[in-house]
């Protein structure tokens, strides 16, 4: 039975990530910090950055699961597609993914360009990190196990980060966990370890176009301690803040890139009128 990918990357082809360029984006030394600054724990912050720029996030002082959300900034209909990135890329994602758009645009709205935590590899468990398995942590699913309401789970960190932005919970979509630990046991179950980074861990994305991020500094922290169920833990004390920076890149570097353009698909899924051949 082969069971290699089913869209595979074939060389020149749409999935093959120009890895020379995003190298060199990686490693540019004319890259200028334009903003930094740190999102505290159990909260959300949304920022702009610009096709272009890079985008830096860090666990700054202890291991920290954030949750992330991207949008195109002119068009947040357009924003991050968790499913179809698993199925174009992997289920957890590192150096040279790209972070993928829902449709009708299908596009990559970012690529990865570095993650100190990318030999992290899978563990003894089946354990990888930076997850597009699962998804935001809510009070609506919070509710329905502990029986509590609670305000700081990230899709509320989200929902408040956003509203500045003029968008609403309904912008808020599955997520990007980054820094976060997760696999699916022998029973097909998802699973969350504790997070791996260590302070000034990062991760690093490549706008393709102009985005805004929104990422919520997780209430449950770096996952070590059981959240729901009868062991559950106050998980305050292991959490962490996770710091932004954004880097304006040099423009030698971006000489020849060109920012993705949205998806050519000109049907119409078949509901295109046609003319009655009863009246002709
Ligand atoms: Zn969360």
Redesign the pocket.
């Known amino acids: 039975m082969d069971t290699s990918a089913a869209y595979p990357t074939v060389p020149g082809g749409p999935l093959d990530v120009d890895r020379e360029f995003y190298a060199a984006v990686a490693t540019s030394p004319g890259r200028t910090l334009v903003e930094a600054f740190e999102i505290p724990i159990r909260t959300g912050m949304a920022w702009q950055v610009p096709a272009g720029h890079v985008c830096r996030l860090v666990t700054v002082d202890g291991p920290q699961v954030g949750?992330l959300n991207i949008w195109s900034l002119h068009n947040p209909r357009e924003r991050f597609w968790a499913a179809r990135t698993r199925q174009l890329q992997a289920a957890h994602v590192t150096t040279y993914d790209r972070l993928w758009s829902n449709l009708p645009y299908l596009r990559p709205l970012a690529t990865i360009t570095a993650d100190t935590l990318e030999d992290y590899g899978v563990d003894a468990e089946g354990g990888r990190v930076h997850d597009t398995l699962g998804t935001?942590?809510d009070p609506y699913v919070n509710r329905m196990l502990s029986g509590d309401d609670d305000d700081f789970?990230?899709h509320s960190n989200l929902t408040r980060a956003v509203l500045p932005h003029g968008l609403t919970e309904f912008d808020v979509h599955d997520v990007l966990n980054v820094f976060q630990c997760t696999g699916l046991n022998e029973k097909d179950e998802y699973f969350m370890k504790d997070c791996p980074a260590r302070p000034g861990d990062y991760f690093e994305l490549f706008a393709e176009t102009d985005l805004l991020l929104a990422l919520?500094t997780?209430?449950?922290g770096d996952l070590s301690v059981p959240l729901w169920g009868p062991d559950a833990v106050d998980p305050t004390d292991f959490c962490h803040p996770i710091g932004v920076e954004v880097y304006k890149l040099d423009e030698q570097v971006l000489q020849d890139w060109k920012e993705p353009q949205v998806n050519p698909y000109a049907g119409a899924h078949g509901l295109r009128l046609r003319p009655d051949p009863a009246k002709s």
């Open positions: 949750d935001r942590c789970h990230c919520s997780c209430p449950g």
